[in-house]
C-alpha cells in the first residue's frame, strides 16, 4: 500500500502517518519527491484499511498496490519520471534522448580528457568513466580509486559534463558521491542489498545496471531497495544478460526496455557497449534501443583502444561516433525526442 501525501503536506503531517502506521504493527517508508512525498506501507494490507488513512490531514491519496515494488510501480505514479543529473541538470526521462559516453576505465588524465572530447563532439552530455572496476579476475586492472575520481572531476570542470561512475563499496559511497553526479550500480552488485539501501541513503542520482542474470522484477526489485531510503531518482539500465549464445559478450534484452517502462515509472537507457562486446556492434544495437523507446544510452570511448586496460574492443572511435551521432540525430526525432540538454 503506498499514501500519497498532498503538495505541500507538512512534516507533522507525515508523521503522523507514520506513527498511525506504526501503531498498527506495520512500517512505514517516506520517500519525499520535488513535489511530493510518498510513503509506502509494509505490512498488514486488511489492518491498515482500517486506520482511515485517508481522513488524516495532508493526505491526498491511498493506493493498494500488489506489485511487489510499490515505490517505482506505476500503478502509484503513471507518469513516467525524469531525473536530472548535475548542476546542469542534464534530463533523463520520456521526452528526450540522453547519450552518455566516455571511457570504460579512467587511466590517466590524457586518456580521459580526450575521450571526454570525443564524447562531446559526439553529442554526448553526460560523462561515464571508471575510477573503481570490479571485474571478473583478480588480476584484471581495478581502476585508480580516488585518483581516477579526482581526474574525471577534472575533466568534467574542462568539458562541462557532469560524471556518471561506478560505486562498488558501501565504504566507498560519501567517497564516490563527493567527485561524482550520478552513482552507478554495476551487474555485478545488481543485488548487493546494503549497497542499494547505501546509495539510496545518499540523495544522488543512481544508475541501476540490470544483473547479468536478473529477471526484470528483480532488476526492479533491486530499484525498489534505493527507492525505500527516500530516493526516486533511479534510472535503469539494460546492459545485456547472461545466456547460453557466445557469439557477444552478452545477450541485449531490447524487450526489456518496453517492459520495464510498463512495470514501472523510471527511465531506462541501454548499454550496447557492455551488451555486445564488439565495437562493430555499438551503433546497430544504439539503433535498436532508439527504436524501441530507450530514454538514452551509455557507450564506451577510448581515444586508443588497441591500449586500453579494460574493454578496448568495445570502446568507440571517430568513426563510429560519427555514425552514433548520425543515428541520434535522424533516429531520437522519429520517436518524439530531443537532444538531453543541460536545463540549468
Not at 211 to 229: D, P
Not at 312 to 321: N, T, Y
Amino acid at each position: 500500500m503506498v499514501i500519497v501525501m498532498a503538495p505541500g503536506a507538512t512534516d507533522e503531517q507525515i508523521g503522523a502517518v507514520v506513527d498511525r502506521v506504526s501503531g498498527a504493527g506495520g512500517e512505514a517508508f517516506v520517500s519525499r519527491g520535488d513535489t511530493r512525498t510518498i510513503v509506502g506501507l509494509v505490512g498488514d494490507i486488511d489492518r491498515f484499511h482500517g486506520l482511515n488513512l485517508r481522513a488524516l490531514p495532508g493526505v491526498a491519496e491511498v493506493v493498494r498496490i500488489s506489485t511487489p515494488f510499490k515505490l517505482v510501480s506505476r500503478q502509484h505514479h503513471p507518469q513516467m519520471s525524469t531525473v536530472f543529473v548535475g548542476e546542469s541538470r542534464v534530463p533523463i526521462g520520456p521526452d528526450t534522448f540522453t547519450l552518455i559516453a566516455g571511457p570504460c576505465a579512467v587511466e590517466t588524465a590524457e586518456q580521459t580528457l580526450a575521450a571526454a572530447q570525443m564524447a562531446v563532439a559526439a553529442g554526448a552530455t553526460l560523462l561515464r568513466g571508471g575510477a573503481f572496476k570490479p571485474r571478473s579476475s583478480p588480476y584484471a586492472f581495478q581502476g585508480l580509486g580516488e585518483d581516477g575520481l579526482r581526474i574525471l572531476a577534472d575533466v568534467r570542470t574542462e568539458t562541462g559534463l557532469p560524471v556518471v561512475t561506478e560505486v562498488v563499496d558501501v565504504a566507498d559511497v560519501e567517497l564516490v558521491a563527493e567527485y561524482a553526479d550520478m552513482l552507478q550500480i554495476g551487474t555485478r552488485n545488481a543485488q548487493n542489498f546494503t549497497l542499494l539501501q547505501a546509495v539510496g541513503e545518499i540523495g544522488k542520482p543512481v544508475m541501476l545496471k540490470r544483473g547479468m542474470s536478473s529477471t526484470i522484477e528483480e532488476w526492479l526489485m533491486a530499484a525498489e531497495y534505493i527507492a525505500q531510503k527516500g530516493n526516486l531518482e533511479v534510472v535503469l539500465c539494460e546492459r545485456g544478460i547472461r545466456t547460453f549464445e557466445k557469439a557477444t559478450r552478452n545477450t541485449l534484452d531490447i524487450s526489456a526496455v518496453p517492459v520495464a517502462h510498463d512495470l514501472a515509472h523510471l527511465p531506462v537507457v541501454v548499454d550496447p557497449s557492455h551488451s555486445g562486446g564488439r565495437r562493430d556492434l555499438v551503433v546497430p544495437l544504439s539503433r535498436a534501443a532508439i527504436a524501441i523507446g530507450a530514454d538514452g544510452i551509455i557507450v564506451d570511448v577510448h581515444p586508443h583502444p588497441d591500449t586500453a586496460l579494460c574493454d578496448g574492443p568495445q570502446a568507440l572511435v571517430d568513426g563510429d561516433l560519427r555514425a552514433l551521432a548520425t543515428a541520434v540525430r535522424q533516429l531520437a526525432p522519429l520517436m518524439d525526442r530531443s537532444p538531453a540538454l543541460p536545463t540549468a
